[in-house]
C-alpha cells in the first residue's frame, strides 16, 4: 500500500455513495496534498461533497462508462469507492428506467441482471465494475490507501471495558459474522447472551441493529462487526459513524465490537463522544484463525480470546 503522504498534487477519484464517509474521505486527500475529482452517485451522495472537489460530477448507478470518462478527463489513475449504495434500488419496480445504462453499464451488469450467469451479490457486482474501470485505466483502491488513518485500532476505543458476559458475547457474534461473512450475505450481527437476535444482509447494518432493538427491547445488546473473510478491500469494507452508534443506543445496545485494521471509523472523535455520552463500549479485536484478540497488551481486554471466554 502506498503511503498516503505521496499524493502532493494527485487527483484522486472518488465515487461517492450515500452519507459521511466520502466527505471524510474527500478532506482526509486534502488534507495529505491531494487533489479529488468526485463523482457523486444519483440520490446517493451529501451535498456537502462538493465544495471538497476540484472536479464534480453527477452520475446514475448504472453509468459505468460516463464514470470512467469523467475521471480520465480529470487526470484520474487512482480512485477510490467511498459511502453506501442502496442496493435495494436496483431491486425496485422501473430502478433501470431511473438508473438507466449506457453501453458500458449494459455490458458490465449483463451477465448479473440480464442473462443471469452471475449472481448478484455485493462483491460480484463491484468486482464487475472495478474491473471494468481497471480495464480503462484508472485502478481501483481502498480508500485507506489515501487515509490510513481512518482505520480503527485495537482494544477498547471508547467506554469502559466489558465484562466477562460481554466478552462471550463478542467471542459468539464474531464466529457467527466471519460466517455470514464468508457467504458474501453481511458484516454484522447482534448478539444477546450467545443467541443471535439478527443478521444482516441487504437492509444494512443500522436497520438490522433497529430490528433486533425490536426484537429485544429489554436491551443488552452486543454487536459485532467484521470484514468478510474473503474482503476486497478495494471496496465494501466495514464502515461504521456515528449514525451506527446512535441506532446502537436507541437500539438498547451496549457494546459495539469491530475487527481492527479492517474497519472504517467515520469522524473518530465525535464517535467516541457519542459513544461514552450513550454508555456503549466500542472495542476493536484482531482477527485470529476466526477468533478475536486483542492484538495490544494493556488495553483492558485478554491479550488473546479463545474459545474458553465463552464458558
Same mark, same amino acid.
Given at each position: 500500500?502506498?503511503?498516503?503522504?505521496?499524493?502532493?498534487?494527485?487527483?484522486?477519484?472518488?465515487?461517492?455513495?450515500?452519507?459521511?464517509?466520502?466527505?471524510?474521505?474527500?478532506?482526509?486527500?486534502?488534507?495529505?496534498?491531494?487533489?479529488?475529482?468526485?463523482?457523486?452517485?444519483?440520490?446517493?451522495?451529501?451535498?456537502?461533497?462538493?465544495?471538497?472537489?476540484?472536479?464534480?460530477?453527477?452520475?446514475?448507478?448504472?453509468?459505468?462508462?460516463?464514470?470512467?470518462?469523467?475521471?480520465?478527463?480529470?487526470?484520474?489513475?487512482?480512485?477510490?469507492?467511498?459511502?453506501?449504495?442502496?442496493?435495494?434500488?436496483?431491486?425496485?419496480?422501473?430502478?433501470?428506467?431511473?438508473?438507466?445504462?449506457?453501453?458500458?453499464?449494459?455490458?458490465?451488469?449483463?451477465?448479473?441482471?440480464?442473462?443471469?450467469?452471475?449472481?448478484?451479490?455485493?462483491?460480484?457486482?463491484?468486482?464487475?465494475? %472495478?474491473? !471494468?474501470?481497471?480495464?480503462?485505466? /484508472?485502478?481501483? @483502491?481502498? +480508500?485507506?490507501?489515501?487515509?490510513?488513518?481512518? $482505520? =480503527? #485500532?485495537?482494544?477498547?476505543?471508547?467506554?469502559?471495558?466489558?465484562?466477562?458476559?460481554?466478552?462471550?458475547?463478542?467471542?459468539?457474534?464474531?464466529?457467527?459474522?466471519?460466517?455470514?461473512?464468508?457467504?458474501?450475505?453481511?458484516?454484522?450481527?447482534?448478539?444477546?447472551?450467545?443467541?443471535?437476535?439478527?443478521?444482516?444482509?441487504?437492509?444494512?447494518?443500522?436497520?438490522?441493529?433497529?430490528?433486533?432493538?425490536?426484537?429485544?427491547?429489554?436491551?443488552?445488546?452486543?454487536?459485532?462487526?467484521?470484514?468478510?473473510?474473503?474482503?476486497?478491500?478495494?471496496?465494501?469494507?466495514?464502515?461504521?459513524?456515528?449514525?451506527?452508534?446512535?441506532?446502537?443506543?436507541?437500539?438498547?445496545?451496549?457494546?459495539?465490537?469491530?475487527?481492527?485494521?479492517?474497519?472504517?471509523?467515520?469522524?473518530?472523535?465525535?464517535?467516541?463522544?457519542? %459513544?461514552? !455520552?450513550?454508555?456503549?463500549?466500542? /472495542?476493536?479485536? @484482531?482477527? +485470529?484463525?476466526?477468533?478475536?484478540?486483542?492484538? $495490544? =497488551? #494493556?488495553?483492558?481486554?485478554?491479550?488473546?480470546?479463545?474459545?474458553?471466554?465463552?464458558?
Amino acid at each position: 500500500m502506498e503511503r498516503a503522504g505521496g499524493l502532493e498534487g494527485e487527483v484522486i477519484g472518488i465515487l461517492a455513495g450515500w452519507g459521511r464517509y466520502p466527505v471524510v474521505v474527500a478532506e482526509a486527500i486534502r488534507r495529505h496534498g491531494g487533489r479529488t475529482a468526485i463523482l457523486a452517485i444519483r440520490d446517493h451522495a451529501d451535498a456537502a461533497l462538493e465544495p471538497l472537489a476540484d472536479s464534480h460530477g453527477t452520475v446514475g448507478l448504472a453509468e459505468i462508462g460516463g464514470a470512467i470518462d469523467f475521471f480520465r478527463r480529470a487526470g484520474v489513475r487512482r480512485a477510490t469507492m467511498a459511502g453506501k449504495i442502496h442496493k435495494t434500488k436496483l431491486f425496485a419496480r422501473r430502478a433501470w428506467l431511473h438508473h438507466l445504462p449506457d453501453w458500458r453499464g449494459l455490458v458490465t451488469f449483463w451477465p448479473h441482471f440480464v442473462s443471469r450467469r452471475r449472481d448478484n451479490r455485493d462483491d460480484s457486482l463491484l468486482s464487475a465494475i %472495478a474491473a !471494468a474501470f481497471d480495464a480503462r485505466g /484508472v485502478r481501483m @483502491c481502498p +480508500a485507506t490507501e489515501f487515509a490510513p488513518e481512518l $482505520l =480503527a #485500532g485495537p482494544g477498547v476505543l471508547a467506554g469502559r471495558p466489558l465484562s466477562a458476559g460481554e466478552l462471550a458475547d463478542v467471542v459468539f457474534g464474531w464466529g457467527l459474522a466471519k460466517e455470514l461473512g464468508r457467504h458474501d450475505i453481511g458484516q454484522t450481527v447482534v448478539v444477546r447472551r450467545r443467541a443471535p437476535l439478527a443478521l444482516e444482509a441487504i437492509e444494512g447494518t443500522d436497520e438490522c441493529i433497529r430490528r433486533a432493538g425490536r426484537l429485544c427491547p429489554s436491551g443488552g445488546l452486543v454487536v459485532v462487526k467484521v470484514a468478510k473473510p474473503q474482503q476486497d478491500l478495494r471496496f465494501d469494507m466495514p464502515t461504521i459513524g456515528v449514525g451506527t452508534l446512535e441506532s446502537l443506543r436507541a437500539s438498547g445496545g451496549r457494546v459495539l465490537a469491530v475487527e481492527a485494521g479492517r474497519t472504517i471509523l467515520v469522524d473518530a472523535p465525535a464517535m467516541a463522544a457519542t %459513544a461514552t !455520552a450513550g454508555g456503549i463500549t466500542l /472495542v476493536g479485536f @484482531c482477527d +485470529a484463525a476466526g477468533l478475536p484478540e486483542t492484538g $495490544l =497488551a #494493556g488495553t483492558g481486554l485478554p491479550e488473546t480470546v479463545g474459545s474458553g471466554a465463552a464458558a
